[in-house]
C-alpha cells in the first residue's frame, strides 16, 4: 500500500462523531427532562412544533419488548453490533 493511500478508514470517522454527537445530545436532553420536569409535565420548545413532555417508557423505542427482560434488547444491541461491525461488512469493501 502506498503511503498516501490510506487505510480506508477515514470515512468511518464523521458517520461516528455524529451519532456520538446525536447519542450525547439525547442522553442530556432526557437527564435535563428528568431533573427539571415532572411527571406528566410538558414545556414548549418551538411553539406549534416541539413540546418535550415527561413520560415513563416502559420499553425500548415506541414501547417496544415492555415485558421483556433487559437481556433480550440488549442482546439483540449486541448482535447487531457484530454484524455490522465484524470484519468489515460486504457492502463497505470496494470492488476488486
Same mark, same amino acid.
Given at each position: 500500500m502506498h503511503p498516501l493511500q490510506g487505510t480506508g478508514r477515514e470515512g468511518q470517522?464523521?458517520?461516528l #462523531?455524529?451519532?456520538t454527537a446525536v447519542l450525547a445530545a439525547d442522553? #442530556?436532553?432526557k437527564l435535563l427532562v428528568a431533573a427539571r420536569l415532572p411527571l406528566g409535565a410538558s414545556v414548549t420548545v418551538i411553539p406549534g412544533l416541539l413540546d =418535550?413532555?415527561?413520560v415513563h417508557?416502559? !420499553?425500548v423505542a415506541f414501547s417496544l419488548l415492555a !415485558?421483556?427482560? =433487559? =437481556?433480550v434488547p440488549a442482546a439483540i444491541a449486541l448482535t447487531l453490533l457484530f =454484524? +455490522? +461491525?465484524y470484519n468489515e461488512a460486504?457492502?463497505?469493501r470496494r470492488p476488486r
Open positions: 470517522r464523521r458517520p #462523531a455524529i451519532l442522553q #442530556a436532553t =418535550l413532555t415527561h417508557n416502559p !420499553g !415485558g421483556v427482560p =433487559l =437481556l =454484524l +455490522f +461491525f460486504d457492502w463497505t
